[in-house]
């Protein structure tokens, strides 16, 4: 090949390559690069939505305002209550799901199908079912007083209304990270097992000192997972509460939060500020998980 | 096969115990939508509806007017999100597996960059860019911003780096161009990956709540999630009918898990979620 026929090629293999880019180029260029260049630049400033959009540089005050806010206070501590039940639960739950699945039983195909019905099914659809369920006379209230044990207002009492958002996602999400448990659990080799039979291990030691520290980075993986969905959470409070995260601010959430900023109280630049805050313990966490799990795997 | 063990009925009730934990709430669903208004008002626990009726479904449809208006918005976004990602991020996913291009690196971490960017931080600022673009309350307006996704970029991208080279060089020895060779003879035997991108996007796009609230104020243009909350909150208390339209906007995602099962299962283990 000459040198001119070379530099046509590669000019033309440049060419069809960036219409290979095209679409994904101009979409993360308008909706991804945009959108985060934009953040950043407006949570410094007061944004006007009403009518046409007007903007006013307001330096921090955005920053500071949130830590005077009050219901910024109450989010947080709705997500940190919301964290040291849901993620412990759902994460010994999905565990205890996989071992007993990865265990030679017959059937457990259909069982994991049965198990992942949830995961399938919309947001909206499985918090309007479980304010049917929570409903005062409802099937949950029923079950309760058959069992002789005190009915609640599943969804008009501050003290037990998160509790309800709690179970149904501890339900909902379970499954999912019982799939990811159960594909650890193909990765560990027989042989360690084989050995331990060697040496005498009951099937109890081997789980305790085999398939737990095997399964020491998964475990780290969906307790992350669980914490960026508990800051994550939006939808089953905004429908559980008609938007309002009530009843008096129990099912306030940190997104919910954002929302009402954004467009009940037309507030943008204030909510763009919060947004950040979001993204940074988000990306913290995220990065984390990903240098962590990384290293576990050089290892 | 291994000998029975006095441990195989305890795991066995334990699988059943859960099972039905995981059945009830959607068989108490189902049978709400097939009880009149006055058997739900009695409060009473039998699964099995007293005066059965199919009234509810036949009631959605007719009092709430917006009702199939709804049910066709999610059709045509959720099919036209799915079809323009799996065009797109597959497109971008052998470019990045298979081209040599300058800013070929760029894009590459711009893509692993945007893996762990959650959709809520950049959703404000989209809504600001699409009322500027005057693309509120349309279709395209949602359809656009989510029609790539930088996880199946990723995922096409680790398909295409295995994919057998020998085929694109025959191809090219038969004159195709790179485009040709990428559309007749790469992507129709990516079929695994692309089932596993169908059943998440079309999935995420079915299901999805924040999005579609932030872009669509006007009820004839909300998706079926939107319709449902919507819905909830004018007929209160008229549980058969929310249960009806829950039943309604539940089947296809059954249909798609039903029928892509096998797919989904190993795309989670790809993924790590949703």
Known sequence: ?299 | MKSWRWSTPVLYLLLIGYALVTIVPFAWALSASFKPLSEIAAGGVNLIPQAFTLANYQTIFTQEPLFSRWLLNSAIVALFVTLLNLLFNSMAGYALARLQFPGKTVWFLIILAALMIPGQITLLPKFLILKSLGWLNTYHGLILPTAINATFIFMMRQFFLNFPKELEEAAALDGLGRMETFFRVVLPLAKPALATQTIFVFMGAWNEFLLPLVIMADPAMFTLPLGLNAFKGQYISYWNYIMAASMIFTLPALAIYAFFNRYFIQGITFTGGK
């Open chain 1, 1 to 299: 090949m000459t040198r001119a026929m070379q530099v046509k090629k590669s000019t033309q293999e440049t060419l069809t390559s960036y219409g290979f880019m095209a679409p994904t180029i101009v979409i993360a260029g308008v909706f991804l690069i945009l959108p985060i260049v934009s953040a950043i630049v407006l949570s410094f400033y007061k944004v006007q939505l009403l009518g046409e959009l007007s903007f006013q540089f307001i330096g921090l005050r955005n920053f500071v305002r949130m830590l005077e806010d009050e219901r910024v206070w109450i989010a947080l501590r709705n997500t940190m209550s919301y964290v040291a039940v849901v993620v412990p639960t759902q994460t010994i739950l999905a565990l205890t799901l996989a071992l007993i699945l990865n265990s030679q039983l017959k059937g457990k195909q259909l069982f994991r199908v049965i198990f992942f019905l949830p995961t399938v099914t919309s947001s909206a659809v499985l918090t309007l079912i479980f304010m049917w369920i929570y409903n005062s006379n409802g099937l949950l209230n029923a079950g309760l007083s058959f069992f002789g044990l005190p009915t609640q207002n599943w969804l008009g009492d501050p003290a037990v209304a998160l509790q309800g958002i709690m179970m149904m996602n501890i339900w909902s999400t379970a499954p999912l990270f019982m799939v990811i448990y159960l594909a650890a659990l193909q990765d560990i080799p027989e042989s360690l097992y084989e050995a331990a039979a060697i040496d005498g291990a009951n099937r109890w030691e081997k789980l305790l000192h085999i398939t737990l520290p095997f399964l020491q980075p998964v475990t780290f993986f969906v307790v992350v997972m669980g914490l960026i969905g508990a800051f994550q959470l939006f939808d089953q409070s905004y429908i559980f509460s008609a938007g309002t995260g009530g009843p008096n601010n129990s099912t306030l959430t940190i997104v919910l939060l954002i929302y009402q900023y954004a467009f009940r109280n037309l507030d943008m630049g204030y909510a763009l500020a919060l947004t950040l805050m979001l993204a940074v313990v988000l990306m913290t966490a995220t990065l984390m998980q990903r240098l962590l799990f990384r290293e576990q795997q050089l290892d």
